[in-house]
């Protein structure tokens, strides 16, 4: 069957494949532990259901939702924004309501980027930015995360004369798949370089709420000028173990929420009222909630370095996110690796070359499943290094 080119400049989605080889894995019987997916085990929490729960029963939300999300929705955005970051929003204009950071991410590429046009993504990246890129017809450019830049890109390696055509500059700190952080300077850094060049800063802060040994994440948006040029999409999934709920939100500088909106008045219809009614109740209630969430990630990341450290596996203690970015064995491939785990122990990891080139070399644990589970897989994996 005839299809549109554009789908040829975006390969199979990573984790898709990775879903694949779990079903076939599963229907041979393995007892299969995934350590690839960032999907917490762990249920959405009873006062946030509770509110669903209420919601689902009153007919105002059974109509098509507010295209741009209902206004108290957006407006307990901002108040999370003032309250954890210190930025003030408008509600109105400064924020927009997501099916999930994901939808907006990828849309936002097509609010912005023309045929030909550039975009600066990092690599190894969370693959939306990249393959969004490719479905409109524009270039990425990959920025390279190196271990010794604390896997920060550096803007001055970039050629002057595709910062003319570049339309994005795509960061994503506490960074997937790296673990690594960023701080306000370095947040400085990259809205000065894109005021310069005319580019549009989009931050992904999915993971802002997961941080380590006394870092605390801040928004780009805190940052003198950010507001000029930056947008910022946060999402509900990670922090209140929503991610089949699809709710995330985009929040920053006015014009560019206004291009993404009508681009998605064209394509969605919004998030579900009632779904809305929920997250309105995680973000003014789910502060404490969030705590305790991190004390389970901060343990289960303390039980898989000390088994990746028995392991022989390199790594460096994450200060972000609940992922382990580390080092295959010399000689393997991140993809060669990764299936022979699965075949000799039934653990999946994801392969780091699925990140981008620069992942090569690396695969990523994810730190979503029980204690038990972790510690199963790493007997596991102990027994066969
Ligand atoms: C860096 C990053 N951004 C965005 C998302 C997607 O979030 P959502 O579930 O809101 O679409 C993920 C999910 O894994 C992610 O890792």
Not at 371 to 385: G, N, P
């Amino acid at each position: 069957m005839k299809h549109a080119r554009r789908l040829d400049n975006a390969p199979p989605y990573l984790f898709v494949e990775i879903e694949d080889s779990i079903k076939k894995a599963q229907a041979q019987g393995v007892d299969v532990i995934n350590l690839a997916i960032g999907d917490p085990d762990l249920p959405t929490p009873p006062f946030i259901i509770n509110r669903m729960v209420e919601a689902l029963k009153d007919q105002k939300y059974h109509c098509y939702p507010e295209y741009d999300g209902c206004i108290e929705f957006r407006t307990a955005a901002a108040n999370y924004y003032k309250r954890r970051f210190g930025v003030e929003l408008d509600p109105e204009t400064e924020v927009l309501t997501l099916l999930g950071a994901k939808e907006g991410i990828a849309h936002i590429f097509f609010a912005l980027v023309n045929e030909g046009d550039f975009t600066l993504v990092p690599d190894p990246q969370y693959p939306v930015y990249k393959n969004a890129t490719g479905l409109t017809g524009g270039v990425p450019y990959p920025m390279p995360l190196l271990s010794e830049n604390a896997f920060l890109p550096d803007f001055s390696r970039i050629p002057k004369e595709l910062l003319k055509r570049t339309k994005i500059l795509f960061l994503n700190y506490p960074n997937n798949p790296t673990g690594a952080v960023a701080d306000l300077g370095f947040y400085q850094k990259a809205v000065e370089f894109a005021l310069e060049y005319d580019i549009v800063v989009c931050n992904d802060n999915a993971y802002s709420e997961f941080t380590w040994d006394g870092f605390r994440a801040p928004s780009i948006l805190e940052v003198k000028g950010a507001m000029r040029t930056s947008i910022e999409f946060h999402t509900l999934s990670k922090s209140y173990n929503m991610t089949g709920w699809r709710i995330g939100y985009a929040a920053g500088n006015a014009e560019i929420i206004s291009k993404l909106k009508k681009m998605k008045h064209n394509i969605d219809s919004g998030v579900f009222t009632a779904i809305q009614a929920a997250g309105i109740e995680a973000l003014d209630n789910g502060d404490e909630f969030i705590s305790g969430m991190r004390a389970v990630y901060a343990l289960r990341r303390e039980i898989a370095a000390k088994m990746l450290h028995e392991a022989g596996f390199e790594f460096e203690m994450p200060r972000g996110t609940f992922y382990i970015w580390f080092k295959v064995p010399d000689g393997l491939t991140s993809k060669g690796f990764s299936d022979e785990l699965l075949k000799k122990t039934g653990v999946v990891v994801a392969p780091g070359s699925g990140y981008g080139e620069y992942g090569e070399g690396f695969c990523r644990i994810s730190l979503t499943v029980s204690d038990v589970r972790l510690r199963e897989a790493f007997t596991r994996i102990l027994s066969i290094r």
